[in-house]
């Protein structure tokens, strides 16, 4: 979430890891929802990127691509407990 300070950081944190937690029907709690929002938009912006060559601008964008990041950490958390 780059350009934003940490309160708007938290708050679109949370609300794309609400998001995410929804479209993959799994149970967080508020604090792991803000750690996967804030890191699902880290991942997110990184393969927007590198796959597109730039992110999506502004709040809404930037959640877009945090719950896109935040569902694919959520896949490979599955991914990983399943195999153990």
Same mark, same amino acid.
Not at 2 to 12: A, D, K, P, R, T
Not at 42 to 55: C, P
């Given at each position: 979430?780059?350009?934003?300070?940490?309160?708007?950081?938290?708050?679109?944190?949370?609300?794309?890891?609400?998001?995410?937690?929804?479209?993959?029907?799994?149970?967080? &709690?508020?604090?792991?929802?803000? %750690?996967?929002?804030? +890191? *699902? @938009?880290?991942?997110?912006? =990184? $393969?927007?990127?590198? !796959?597109?060559?730039?992110?999506?601008? &502004?709040?809404?964008?930037?959640? %877009?691509?945090?719950? +896109? *990041? @935040?569902?694919?950490?959520? =896949? $490979?958390?599955?991914? !990983?407990?399943?195999?153990?």
């Amino acid at each position: 979430m780059e350009g934003f300070g940490w309160i708007l950081s938290i708050i679109l944190g949370g609300i794309a890891g609400w998001i995410a937690e929804k479209i993959m029907k799994s149970d967080h &709690g508020l604090l792991m929802n803000i %750690i996967l929002g804030i +890191i *699902g @938009a880290l991942v997110g912006n =990184w $393969l927007a990127s590198a !796959i597109f060559g730039t992110t999506m601008g &502004g709040a809404i964008g930037q959640v %877009i691509i945090a719950v +896109i *990041g @935040a569902c694919i950490l959520i =896949w $490979l958390g599955r991914l !990983i407990r399943s195999k153990s």
